[in-house]
């Protein structure tokens, strides 16, 4: 079975006027996802969206962002959900900490999981190295369905790498859309 994990396409994160962890660029990634998401309706959607308390410890190293409850912690409005989609709300990085993930994708018996939204170098990473470790057989992260911070330069290559290495398989976008449909797709 195939399935996507979109992950903290949140306003925080997408929304470059009124986000408090903007991520540059990823308010591009939105017409990716949707085509992707909205490709094949028998395919299941994850989003696995960041839910913080007020004063989480994460504020530490981060702004106050995507705190439950919060116009912040809500999907981009521009993103639209199939009726297939479940929301899963973290309180970490990882999206397999006390979400339900991993109880969500073993009974459909998960082998392709197509890993798409922000932070390349942090939640996206985890949940590809995280989902190999769990018995996933075909992890595979979108690249350009992906978008980085890259707080220091080189983070988002260095975690690409890692993930290389560590097994998981890097695609494009027209690739998952080919591989989620069976039909090609002129490139976008």
Request: net charge negative; glycine share 6%.
């Amino acid at each position: 079975m195939k399935t996507i994990l979109v992950i903290d396409m949140l306003n925080d994160f997408t929304n470059q006027e009124k986000g408090t962890l903007y991520i540059p660029d990823s308010e591009k990634l939105i017409p990716v996802i949707n085509r992707l998401i909205t490709a094949n309706p028998a395919v299941p959607v994850i989003f696995a969206n960041d839910a913080h308390t007020e004063n989480d410890i994460e504020f530490k190293d981060y702004p106050p962002h995507a705190v439950a409850g919060t116009w912040g912690s809500l999907l981009n409005p521009a993103i639209t959900p199939p009726p297939q989609g479940r929301f899963l709300h973290k309180k970490t990085l990882d999206c397999f900490f006390n979400t339900g993930l991993l109880e969500y994708l073993q009974p459909l018996s998960t082998c392709d999981l197509y890993i798409t939204g922000v932070v390349t170098e942090i939640c996206v990473r985890i949940a590809a190295l995280k989902s190999l470790k769990a018995g996933l057989k075909d992890v595979k992260v979108v690249l350009d369905a992906c978008q980085g911070l890259n707080l220091k330069v080189g983070d988002t290559s260095r975690a690409i790498l890692e993930m290389l290495h560590g097994g998981v398989k890097l695609i494009s976008a027209d690739e998952a859309y080919t591989e989620l449909t069976g039909e090609r797709q002129r490139p976008s």
